[in-house]
């Protein structure tokens, strides 16, 4: 049986005009880098990894307008799937993720260096270059499901420290990704322990709500504050909370058409009793491993072969 249609999104926010910045000054439409003349880290902030998930292109859109800067290193703003972007219609938001197949699924080494060719695989080669400069990278997304804000750090020490020094959002969760494939953040260098980079993925709300914004925002600002790198003076108002860290111990993914959930789960709910029944694919039962079980951003309607949810433990 295959799954039942989505249901409609309400789109609250409202598309940036990224005009401006397509030319880019870097070779790469859409990346756009300015250089302190100083010595320091190369940062970038990165937004429309998917092309329907604006609120990052919104943040990225202020700052550019805003003439920020940073007093060390250099920073790059980059919209990474400008084609799939270009097809957002907020009457139909959720058909522009992607024009041929998802960008943040294509960051193996042998499939960049292969002769098959889409849209984002294209541009993934377009941009893999200038990735091989990055120092820190913040890739900004938002979820189409109801969900806590968090931030992924990969399964590095490297990406965790990162993540918990951003502290917006506070809970921050170790994953090794996806079984569909390799995202920015787990590209060869972020990852590589012999490597200084890092890379942390920040899920800041879910689509196309205000809310999201404001947390992508405070991301940004997390990043450049944990870097030393900010301009403006320091908060003297301390965090709202103390990040929380959890590390993924099981990743479901859809078997079936007919995957579902038992019942419409939200990114965040810790269920407490381990053998707690979570959901069907197909005839096989999906159930908690182990007691106060956090669920990671479960899709209520998972393609087959693609991540249903990723069970946490916290740590």
């Excluded at 859809?254 to 579902?260: C, H, I, L």
Aim: hydrophobic share 40%.
């Amino acid at each position: 049986m295959a799954q039942p249609p989505l249901p409609p999104f309400e789109v609250r926010i409202t598309a940036p005009d990224l005009a401006p910045w397509l030319d880019g000054n870097t070779g790469i439409p859409g990346f756009t880098t300015f250089d302190s003349g100083t010595p320091g880290p190369h940062v970038a902030l990165l937004a429309l990894t998917h092309g329907n998930e604006i609120a990052g292109a919104i943040v990225l859109d202020r700052l550019l307008r805003a003439r920020t800067r940073i007093p060390r290193g250099r920073l790059t703003f980059g919209f990474v799937n400008l084609a799939a972007f270009e097809r957002f219609d907020p009457r139909q938001p959720t058909l522009s993720r992607f024009v041929d197949e998802d960008i943040n699924r294509l960051w193996d080494t042998p499939l960049l260096d292969g002769a098959r060719h889409s849209v984002e695989l294209d541009r993934a080669r377009e941009v893999r270059p200038f990735l091989d400069t990055v120092d820190v990278l913040l890739d900004l997304h938002s979820m189409l499901w109801p969900s806590d804000p968090l931030i992924l750090s990969g399964g590095s020490a490297k990406g965790r420290r990162l993540a918990i020094g951003i502290g917006a959002p506070e809970l921050v969760v170790a994953d090794h990704g996806h079984a569909s494939g390799r995202r920015i953040i787990d590209y060869g260098r972020f990852a590589d322990p012999d490597s200084t980079a890092a890379a942390a993925l920040v899920e800041a709300g879910q689509h196309w709500q205000p809310e999201t914004v404001t947390m992508a925002e405070a991301s940004v600002t997390g990043l450049l504050r944990h870097l030393n790198l900010t301009t403006r003076p320091a908060s003297p108002a301390p965090r709202p909370g103390t990040p929380r860290f959890a590390e993924v111990t099981h990743v479901v993914t859809a078997a079936t058409p007919s995957f579902a959930f038992i019942q419409p789960f939200r990114g965040g709910e810790v269920i407490p009793r381990r053998n707690t029944l979570l959901a069907l694919d197909g005839t096989t039962e999906v159930r908690t491993p182990h007691d106060d079980c956090l669920l990671v951003m479960p899709s209520l309607r998972p393609s087959r072969g693609h991540t249903a949810v990723r069970l946490a433990r916290f740590v």
